[in-house]
């Protein structure tokens, strides 16, 4: 999904793959810094992005160029994200669209052979989907979304796995053999396993609750994703806001799994909503981020934060006084690319930040 604003920006950004929360200040005095004092990971701290929603900025496997979704109007006045490339090596940046610019797109990825993953509307309708009219809660639509394969080299798309509902937040392993992508088609929102080898399908998730935003560790065979568990009287609303295609995603933790086993293991308990998790090249590492920090204030601040897959080590890493999610490293490990609301220069806006990766 898309995201839109702070907490329901950064939430939102969270379901198809991405979906932000409301901002934190609707009139900021000025824009904030580029970079804060306190983020001693980050250094030579460098925008990628200038206007709108930008979000999910994922490398190539080369590290030289990223793709990413936009509503940024002075490169996509269609309304709707769309999917664009980037080459890092441009200056001054030029951005090509490489979705069809129809219907809302979301969730893209690069294959090891350097073709993007992605899922789009397009399919159902040329328009964009309008938002849920829903009052009183946040919540997120669970559009009609299909995988598409583009191939930048021949400039082709086509469907990749289609079904009935919800499919997205497709994402790739380092080796390129397996894709894992979020999906309806079981009846709930699991996480599946396509394997390009055997060209099999399976599912790896089953309880109860949204399964969503799963990225690969290096050895690709280990998973890292948020997830909701409805106890109690949850689970009645939560089934209630699935039958309306609607998912709320107020109440998220990180878990792990390696997919041989099937084995889930949770790695935070923490309060609040705990997303978009990446694995540090380390495979132990894990960034993701949170409001568990601001939940006395509204919940409205996201921050990056790390931590150690057994569950030890939390400590912060972004500090933007609105929002910091969607982390991803290069494959080399020096760069980490980051969606804020930093810098901006309208409210709730949100870019795209790339930085060298200090340990």
């Avoid at 060209?199 to 949204?210: D, F, K, N, P």
């Amino acid at each position: 999904m898309v995201f839109r604003r702070p907490l329901l920006y950064s939430l939102w950004l969270i379901t198809a793959c991405a979906q932000k929360p409301p901002a934190a200040s609707e009139n900021p005095a000025k824009p904030r810094p580029l970079h804060y004092p306190q983020e001693r990971h980050l250094r030579n701290v460098r925008q990628l992005t200038f206007g709108g929603n930008n979000a999910e900025g994922y490398f190539d496997p080369t590290g030289r160029y990223i793709v990413f979704q936009s509503d940024w109007e002075a490169i996509n006045p269609q309304g709707c994200d769309q999917i664009f490339l980037l080459d890092l090596l441009d200056n001054p940046p030029k951005y090509r669209r490489i979705s069809t610019g129809k219907g809302r797109t979301t969730c893209s990825y690069f294959l090891k052979d350097g073709r993007i993953i992605y899922a789009s509307t397009h399919g159902v309708s040329d328009s964009c989907p309008p938002p849920p009219a829903y009052k009183g809660r946040y919540v997120w639509p669970l559009y009609e979304y299909d995988l598409y394969l583009y191939d930048p080299q021949t400039d082709s798309l086509r469907a990749f796995l289609p079904a009935r509902g919800y499919d997205a937040e497709a994402t790739v392993s380092p080796d390129g053999r397996y894709l894992v992508f979020t999906s309806l088609r079981g009846g709930d929102l699991d996480l599946w396993l396509y394997d390009f080898e055997t060209q099999t399908l399976r599912q790896l998730t089953s309880e109860l609750g949204y399964d969503g935003g799963a990225f690969f560790g290096p050895d690709s065979k280990t998973i890292v994703w948020r997830a909701s568990r409805p106890q109690g009287e949850a689970i009645q609303s939560y089934k209630a806001l699935l039958a309306q295609n609607l998912v709320e995603p107020t109440s998220l933790q990180i878990f792990v799994m390696h997919i041989d086993s099937m084995v889930p293991h949770q790695v935070t308990h923490l309060p609040g909503a705990n997303w978009a998790p990446y694995f540090h090249p380390n495979g132990r590492t894990i960034l993701f981020s949170t409001n568990q920090h601001s939940l006395d204030k509204g919940g409205r601040v996201f921050n990056i934060f790390a931590i150690e897959r057994d569950g030890t080590g939390l400590r912060q890493i972004t500090f933007d006084s609105e929002f910091d999610a969607f982390p991803m490293f290069s494959p080399d490990g020096k760069k980490l690319i980051w969606a804020s609301n930093r810098a901006g220069q309208k409210p709730r806006e949100t870019n795209l930040f790339i930085a060298d990766w200090v340990e």
